[in-house]
């Protein structure tokens, strides 16, 4: 057996930088273009980010999925992720889905039941037409 180490997000750097000035970043051969609605760059919330830390810091298994906007939002009360938010998928492994809502990419992590209770509420983003 061989562990193999994988980006949770195939292809998508995190940066910040002045979306006035993105034209150097644009420049760059490998750039294929920056996160945002139509031409207009957005940034990735700052929460999702520290979500995303959190699970990269603690050691817990994370793999990628594919990005759900159903499910209940909740909440972790114990536990390395305490206070990260996400998605509960499947309730029979204790899974729960971090998403980056902007690039529609999401991370499963399985974690123990007592460790989640319910975020009361949730306002969801939908994709804009």
């Known amino acids: 057996m061989k562990v193999v180490e994988m980006p949770l997000f195939p292809g998508y750097v995190f940066c910040r930088f002045n ?8 420049k760059i051969e490998t750039v294929m273009g920056v996160a ?17 830390q959190a699970v990269c810091k603690s050691g ?15 909440r972790m009360t114990q536990g390395p992720l305490t206070g990260v938010e996400g998605i509960l998928t499947e309730a029979s492994e204790n899974r729960i889905i971090l998403s980056v809502t902007l690039l529609q ?20 983003f939908l994709p804009v037409s």
């Not at 979306?19 to 644009?26: E, F, N, T, V, W």
């Not at 945002?36 to 995303?52: F, H, R, S, Y």
């Not at 990419?105 to 969801?124: A, F, L």
Request: aromatic share 4%.
């Open 19 to 26: 979306p006035k000035i993105r034209l150097p970043i644009l």
């Open 36 to 52: 945002g609605i139509g031409k207009t760059p957005e940034p990735i919330p700052d929460e999702e980010i520290v979500a995303l």
């Open 60 to 74: 817990v298994e994370a793999i990628p999925c594919p990005f759900l906007t159903v499910g209940s939002k909740v």
């Open 105 to 124: 990419r999401s991370v499963s992590v399985k974690v123990e039941q007592d460790w989640i209770e319910p975020v009361k509420r949730y306002k969801e």
